[in-house]
């Protein structure tokens, strides 16, 4: 699962996340809303254990990131908007480094499925100089579910996918979630979010508005016995800063 207790991040006086408490469980899917300059990626970052937060606790898949930052870290996988991938490392060396850094069971087997399954499998003797937007995507996406982590992060998934490519890692995502994983989501896609999410963070200036099961959100901010949609929910909420 993933848990924080009163996670804050500074950058001198300047708090990009203030007192933010929050749970995933296994199977959940949270959506992270908020505008641009919300906190949404500062939170994963701190999640990940890219950054460490000014005050307050991240738990991964039991593990206190502060205290037992490489076993956390071992359970997760955090997929970032932009992959980053090295250039002299065909898509197979890619999973196989990944393999070994992980120190992963069954890589052979399980990197066969993921490029199979990822139509990567024509590709898998290429650089990534050959590859398009969307094909690194997917590399990546290889990478992160090769050791089977219990906790997913993902900053905008979606961003540079054709439609089918959409829709297939939409349905990873679902798929990942039945299978226990606890998945935290960033996007600015408001109707993937309604598609995949169980429950949804609204943040502003740094801090929580909103939190819920997606019932629950539509619940408490639908108003006159209409049912809003989350975009409009979230105009609602943010206000001024939606635009920014």
Do not use: W
């Not at 970032?80 to 250039?87: I, K, V």
């Not at 993921?114 to 997917?138: F, I, V």
């Not at 996918?161 to 890692?169: F, G, K, Q, V």
């Amino acid at each position: 699962m993933i848990a924080t207790d009163g996670l804050t991040k500074l950058y001198g006086n300047f708090a990009a996340v203030r007192e933010l408490s929050f749970a995933v469980r296994p199977g959940e899917v949270m959506g992270l809303v908020g505008p641009n300059g919300a906190g949404k990626t500062t939170t994963l970052r701190c999640l990940a254990g890219i950054i460490p937060p000014t005050h307050g606790t991240v738990i991964v898949a039991g593990y206190d990131m502060a205290v037992n930052p490489l076993e956390a870290k071992r359970k997760l996988a955090f997929f970032a908007d932009e992959p980053r991938l090295f250039d002299y490392l065909t898509v197979r060396q890619h999973l196989e480094f990944t393999a070994r850094l992980y120190k992963a069971k069954d890589a052979a087997t399980r990197s066969a499925e993921l490029l199979e399954l990822l139509e990567l499998k024509d590709k898998a003797d290429q650089l990534p100089t050959e590859l398009s937007r969307g094909m690194k995507q997917k590399v990546a996406i290889a990478c992160g579910f090769l050791h089977r982590p219990q906790v997913m992060f993902f900053d905008e998934p979606l961003t540079g996918l054709d439609p089918l490519a959409i829709r297939r890692t939409k349905d990873l995502i679902v798929q990942q979630a039945k299978q226990g994983v606890a998945i935290l989501i960033s996007s600015h896609l408001l109707h993937l979010l309604e598609e995949v999410c169980s429950h949804v963070l609204i943040l502003k200036r740094g801090e929580k508005i909103a939190y819920g099961t997606l019932a629950q959100i539509h619940s408490q901010f639908s108003t006159d016995g209409k049912d809003a949609s989350l975009e409009e929910i979230f105009i609602r909420l943010v206000g001024e800063d939606a635009g920014k």
